[in-house]
């Protein structure tokens, strides 16, 4: 009954709403943000953009004649009194069932309220809770939060973006940025500048509300429909508190009683048994093989199809059913090495649950965002497909993690131990038909020089031994592997370069020697035959020693050394340690420049004692060149050591070569 309770939840389309945008400024130094809570300074300007495409500015007069239009066509609109403007602006998004803000559960509409009773205005529609703004005529998505999610930065936008502000987010996404002010406050500022500063803002909100033909709108529907969660909730809160909320829904809709935490473990145990290899954690995590180092190509990646989804499905693993009551149960241990054992009378409800949205995005929705005809529809499928991802990626972790009021280790432990039993005797079937596994992560296996017809009969044998599915993910022309487990480089047979772990991979290093890493995988992925090797490796060598040699003349843009780090709370707030990126933050504070949590920091590497500069102070007389090379040294040395090159020995000849010329 689950799953017939899901279809049509699923296919029925999200309803289009129009929906608005809006975004304040008050007068104020631009260095210091208003307080909500003591609304002393006054609005200056209010933009509202809309889905009927109407835009239209607020502004208060401050002197001066004003146009009836901004040079874009947006509307303007002049008030002498505040009071005025503010209420005008309340009642127009009155209008919407959907309003976008950025940061409007902290700022906006607070601010708008609070200032409205200052001015003795009414406040209505907007009702402030405790950490939230909501609207009694409509829907209020905060943006801010639901960018902040890290479900949604990692499995919905890949994360594209590293910084959480709108003017980070905006240009990672939408390939936009916020307007610049010259001005140190907002006074200052011509109104009608004012007024184009505070359209762009809401032009940004109701953009990224908008992405991809109202993708966001579609997930948060579906989010809602899984999780039996508000709009508002689900864009406000986490992913384990949408699982929560799916789980306590079936147990609720079934009358039966939600037990606690501690009944979950004082019933069912919480003690675990495996050693844990990373630090911190309570149990053992996924198996993960050793590497064998070098190139190698011909090689197909096989992926069990959401391993751990899979698991609780298939062996009915769950706070439920781990370590029952029935003395006839306790034979039922699929992990020898645990002494956990699985119920064989009750099944629980969440094994049940997880394996109908695995099935349905696997065999249903996945399937048709491929076939189906319509354009519509197939964009609301692969939706659906994503969404349901989203809420199966979270389902096995929710359970080890302590504030899951869930939360029961033993099941936590005994999934890991399958998925890593299911990894075992996969390998163990690889090497029964000759197959060289070369790597294994998790939930798949690298096999080197397998046909095509072996690959389909190693499936076919893995699922019937297992009863999990096992497909073909990829196929690499070839891969190359670091000595280390999760860092690899491959090159599938389109030519599309994948990187995992590498450093020149990672999000925060300079564009510079990101763009030497990008040069090389570009001079890899044209590799095609062991033979070319010869030649690719000459022209990483060039690679190498330009960008070194472009390092020590100077001959580079400032921005591209720039590192980019996020403050993950006020500067005032980090009293332990003292990061590098948090060193900057305070520089820029003591010249006046307004910092906040969330805002991304750029700094880079100079000679003397603080070591790093904000990068529009510094100069390129005082870049730390060594540190550099040595940052370059470290992110090209694991793909180099693959390869059978050294890059001391590339900068060695580098300098060599000066020296003769010198002579």
């Known amino acids: 009954d689950i799953l017939l309770s899901m279809i049509p939840l699923f296919d029925e389309p999200s309803p289009s709403m129009p929906n608005a945008a809006l975004d304040i400024e008050v007068l104020s130094p631009l260095d210091k943000i208003p307080d909500p809570r003591e609304p002393d300074k006054p609005v200056a300007a209010a933009a509202i953009v809309d889905s009927s495409g109407r835009k239209e500015v607020h502004v208060l007069h401050r002197g001066g004649s004003l146009p009836d239009e901004l040079p874009n066509g947006a509307k303007l609109i002049s008030y002498e009194s505040e009071g005025r403007l503010i209420r005008s602006v309340l009642d127009r998004i009155s209008e919407y069932p959907l309003l976008f803000t950025y940061n409007g559960d902290n700022f906006d509409l607070p601010y708008l309220a609070r200032r409205a009773k200052e001015l003795g205005v009414s406040d209505r529609p907007v009702r402030l809770e405790k950490d939230r703004a909501i609207l009694d005529t409509g829907i209020h998505i905060d943006l801010y939060k639901l960018f902040s999610n890290k479900s949604i930065q990692v499995y919905v936008f890949d994360n594209k973006y590293a910084g959480y502000t709108l003017d980070e987010v905006a240009e990672a996404i939408l390939g936009e940025k916020k307007m610049e002010l010259e001005a140190r406050d907002f006074y200052s500022i011509e109104t ?11 032009e940004l909100t109701f953009k990224l509300g908008n992405i991809g033909s109202g993708e966001i709108i579609r997930l948060l529907f579906l989010f809602s429909r899984i999780s039996k969660m508000s709009l508002e909730e689900v864009s406000r809160q986490g992913v384990s508190s949408w699982i929560r909320n799916m789980i306590f829904f079936e147990y609720r809709r079934r009358d039966w009683l939600i037990p606690e935490k501690e009944e979950i473990m004082k019933v069912r145990g919480e003690r675990t048994y495996s050693q844990a290899i990373i630090k911190g954690k309570k149990y053992m995590g996924a198996i993960v093989l050793e590497p064998v180092p070098g190139i190698h190509f011909d090689v197909a990646v096989m992926d069990f199809a959401s391993l ?3 698991i609780i499905g298939r062996w009915k693993v769950s706070f439920e059913t781990i370590n029952c009551p029935h003395e006839d149960c306790r034979e039922n241990r699929p992990v020898n090495e645990l002494p956990h054992w699985i119920c064989k009378k009750e099944r629980g409800i969440v ?65 890991t131990a399958l998925a890593r039993k299911a990894m075992l005797l996969s390998i163990e079937e690889a090497r029964k038909m000759n197959l060289k596994v070369i790597y294994g992560d998790t939930d798949s296996l690298f096999i080197r ?6 690959i389909e009969e190693f499936e076919r044998r893995v699922e019937e031994k297992l009863g999990i599915d096992l497909e073909l993910d990829k196929w690499y022309r070839y891969v190359v592997f670091s000595r280390l487990k999760k860092n690899y480089l491959g090159v599938t047979k389109d030519g599309s370069v994948v990187i995992k772990g590498l450093l020149g991979k990672k999000r925060n290093i300079p564009i510079l020697v990101k763009e030497a890493f990008d040069d090389v995988t570009k001079t890899l992925s044209e590799v095609r035959s062991p033979e070319d090797f010869s030649n690719a490796k000459t022209k990483i060598e060039e690679i190498i020693r330009g960008y070194v040699k472009m390092l020590e003349s100077g001959d580079y ?15 005032d707030d980090y009293t332990k340690t003292t990061p590098q990126h948090v060193k900057v933050a305070r520089i820029l504070e003591s010249m006046g420049k307004r910092v906040e949590a969330g805002q991304v920091i750029k700094y880079v590497k100079v000679v003397g004692r603080e070591g790093v500069m904000p990068v529009e102070l510094a100069s390129k007389s005082q870049i730390d060149k060594e540190k550099y090379v040595e940052i370059m040294r470290s992110t090209f040395e694991q793909i180099l050591g693959a390869l059978d090159m050294n890059f001391d020995e590339i900068i060695r000849d580098r300098k060599e070569s000066s020296l003769e010329k010198f002579f």
């Open 192 to 202: 009608m500048t004012l007024a184009e500063y505070c359209l762009k803002d809401a």
């Open 308 to 310: 751990y989804p899979s």
């Open 351 to 415: 094994p049940y649950l997880i394996q109908a949205l695995r099935d349905l995005r696997v065999k249903r929705y996945k399937r048709r965002a491929k076939e189906e005809k319509d354009e519509n529809k197939r964009e609301w499928f692969d939706t659906v497909q994503r969404s349901l991802k989203v809420f199966l990626n979270a389902s096995y972790g929710v359970f080890g993690y302590e504030n899951f009021p869930l939360y029961s280790p033993p099941a936590a432990e005994m999934i």
């Open 449 to 454: 020089g397998a046909t095509q017809e072996q």
């Open 557 to 571: 843009d400032l921005e591209k050394l720039a590192f980019r780090c996020m403050l993950g709370k006020s500067p």
